[in-house]
């Protein structure tokens, strides 16, 4: 029963941004951030349901979230974790930094996020941060001259503040 409840809270939480957008569909952009940032990501049935309150096609709806990448259809973890792979921190190492965070994660290939929806790991092209390569960004904290050590402990901070893995209350 809860999980219904949740579910039509969230419908709730969706109606609120839409309607502070006035289901304007200029908004769209707009809506679905606020979507993402509310849920870590776009529930394809919650696009469906932006599209029938909003009285546009869900294939529009559907070819934003699809077009820009900011936009995930697939679930993200609490903490994001971007790792630069631009030319002066690939020079200084970062795959070496991405390997080690995969294997801290226990992230198979392929997979981004972590099974407990604690940890995604994602790659950029650049944050034109370079004078701090290797650079990490965890949410939207940056930490500069990452070595993988250094990026392990990092972790480890966040999971014991968290509690240990698995126990995301949040969603």
């Known amino acids: 029963m809860a999980a219904k409840q949740d579910f039509k809270r969230s419908f709730q939480r969706v109606n609120e941004i839409i309607e502070a957008h006035g289901r304007n569909p200029v908004e769209l952009i707009s809506i679905l951030q606020e979507v993402q940032e509310e849920y ?11 599209a029938t309150a909003m009285r546009i096609s869900p294939s529009k709806v559907f070819g934003v979230a699809t077009f820009y990448e900011n936009f995930s259809l697939e679930p993200k973890g609490k903490y994001v974790v971007k790792v630069c792979d631009g030319t002066a921190c690939h020079v200084r190492k970062s795959t070496a930094l991405l390997n080690a965070l995969k294997k801290k994660l226990e992230l198979k290939e392929g997979q981004e996020t ?20 290797p650079v990490m960004v965890i949410n939207d904290e940056v930490y500069g001259k990452v070595t993988p050590e250094k990026a392990e ?4 901070e966040i999971i014991k503040e968290e509690g240990g893995r698995g126990n995301d209350q949040d969603h």
Request: overall charge negative; hydrophobic content about 45%.
């Open 40 to 50: 870590r990501y776009l529930p394809e049935e919650i696009l469906n349901y932006i």
């Open 114 to 133: 972590t099974q407990d929806l604690m940890f995604t790991l994602e790659t950029v092209s650049c944050f034109g941060a370079c004078g701090l390569a």
């Open 153 to 156: 402990k990092i972790i480890d």
